[in-house]
């Protein structure tokens, strides 16, 4: 079960957390883009090797601490066909080194147009990561295509059930007729998807994404969804401490794999040191947010 | 108000449609294929050239018919980064010969994300479409960054309300405590998000998804937001004929426009025609449609 390659690189690291490579220009060093500058000019190749040379100098510097990177999508998209290939050279050289590769992508369509998302994600001649985030507004059309992967090749899916950011209430908190609100009701399909894949740890191959900005919610689905492996967002930058995703972790510390994007990318300007000294700055932050959380799980 | 562009070209041309283009390498012609693998061999460029060969024939012979394209991302995403180069010529092209572009990515995320994909998609540097599509599922935080570039840079959204799929009721149909249920709560959102930019012609600049694989609840959404544009899927190859889509439209034989894929892309299929006749056949097939629509449009 490929939610048990995820679970069994946290363990090998003793590390719930995953980086995040979403690379905004303005999180970027002058002096790498300065450098690509100089060869490329103002073409947008300046931007993409420059990016490029943040992101294979981030995961350097942290694949022997993060078990996963979690490449945001929109950023790669932004820069057009070029952000595609960086989007690919960057997870392939995460792949070469070691790391569980979950690209945000959160996609979703009906069934035919999910195959193809799916086939271009997961497959051998698409970008083939090991997971993807995934939108369930249109239903069980929609993750069908990617649990296939899943089930034949080794893929896990991460689907959107309570997200982090401030406005997710207006159609997830909503009470149902039925006496649960919109993302309680998601908590249980995504149960109900991953039914049949349960691996060696108790997960299953369909995951959720629960944002450690609601803390209370995080907890009570990690009760609600006792088989159900947790992506969470919010931690660092978006405003979560540590205290907060204790909750998202069941009594063998697991459970969970806790995403910093901002936090370690930009730990160099934070730390205030050399921009040289970027990768290790992120690298620094790491161990300590992997300290962190390792000192509120509840272990038996 | 960028709906108005939409809309004033669907009058111009008499035509409320908007022909898809998925390009699925089994709808193109072996006789395209085979040419550019003469070329380029077994690289996926040949499928590239092939797609964009098709794409351009097809555009030629409906530019004068339909107001605009739907470009569905997926399938060009499943082509890696000689994909999203071909999006981009494909959508270029499109929009010299004067068809408005909505590009279908359905895209959500955070605030921060939102406004990459927006850029990505809206800004000068980037895709440059006039429409993308959009799933709410983020609220308020996901639709925001978007919107922006609809005021100030005459852009439109369509968000999805009811989708065509056979499993979209799963959670779009969930009765709510407050007694409607989640796509007409969806619908009164977007109604909202569209309130400050009604146009001329009485829509807003936010646009709703709604099947015509659900006839009776897409002719009461037509009711519940009569400042609401829909772009409405499923019909043709979905299942859905004219009668489905009748209830969309106001007493103007405004308020949508009516997406076909498959039934143009292969009208050279169904019709068993020559291959090489693959884009009369479309144009055949996109008046046949659009008159078939006109036929049972309510006009005042």
Chains 1, 2 share one sequence.
């Not at 003793?14 to 690509?36: H, M, R, S, W």
């Not at 996609?107 to 090991?130: C, H, L, M, P, Q």
């Not at 998807?193 to 191959?205: A, C, D, K, L, V």
Request: glycine letters at 10%; one cysteine or more; aromatic letters at 10%.
């Amino acid at each position: 079960m490929s939610m048990d390659i995820l679970i069994s690189k946290i363990k090998a690291k003793n590390n719930p957390t995953v980086a995040g490579l979403d690379p905004v220009a303005d999180y970027i060093p002058d002096y790498i883009l300065e450098k690509q500058r100089k060869v490329f000019g103002h073409d947008v190749k300046a931007v993409v090797e420059a990016i490029y040379e943040f992101n294979t100098g981030l995961i350097d510097a942290l694949c022997d601490i993060v078990p996963a990177v979690k490449p945001q999508s929109a950023y790669y998209e932004a820069l057009g066909y070029q952000g595609a290939k960086l989007l690919a050279r960057t997870i392939e050289y995460a792949q070469r080194k070691g790391l569980y590769v979950i690209l945000d992508v959160k996609r979703n369509d009906i069934g035919s147009t999910a195959a193809a998302y799916a086939k271009g994600y997961f497959g051998k001649n698409g970008y083939g990561v090991e997971s993807v985030t995934v939108n369930p507004y249109l239903g069980t059309d929609g993750i069908k295509p990617f649990q296939q992967y899943c089930e034949e090749a080794e893929k896990s899916i991460f689907v959107l059930v309570k997200t982090s950011n401030p406005s997710s209430g207006e159609l997830q908190d909503l009470p149902l007729e039925e006496g649960m609100c919109v993302y309680e009701k998601m908590a249980d399909m995504v149960s109900q998807w991953g039914r049949s894949s349960i691996g060696e740890y108790g997960y299953s191959n369909v995951g959720a994404v629960a944002g450690a900005t609601y803390p209370a919610q995080l907890q009570a689905l990690r009760k609600r969804c006792p088989h159900t492996f947790f992506l969470v967002p919010g931690y660092g930058a978006q405003g979560a401490g540590a205290a907060d995703i204790a909750g998202a972790f069941d009594e063998n510390g697991l459970g969970a794999i806790i995403n910093s994007s901002r936090g370690i990318m930009c730990a160099w300007k934070k730390e205030q040191c050399a921009p040289e000294d970027f990768a290790r700055a992120a690298r620094r932050e790491a161990i300590r947010m992997r300290d962190e959380i390792l000192s509120v799980l509840n272990r038996g």
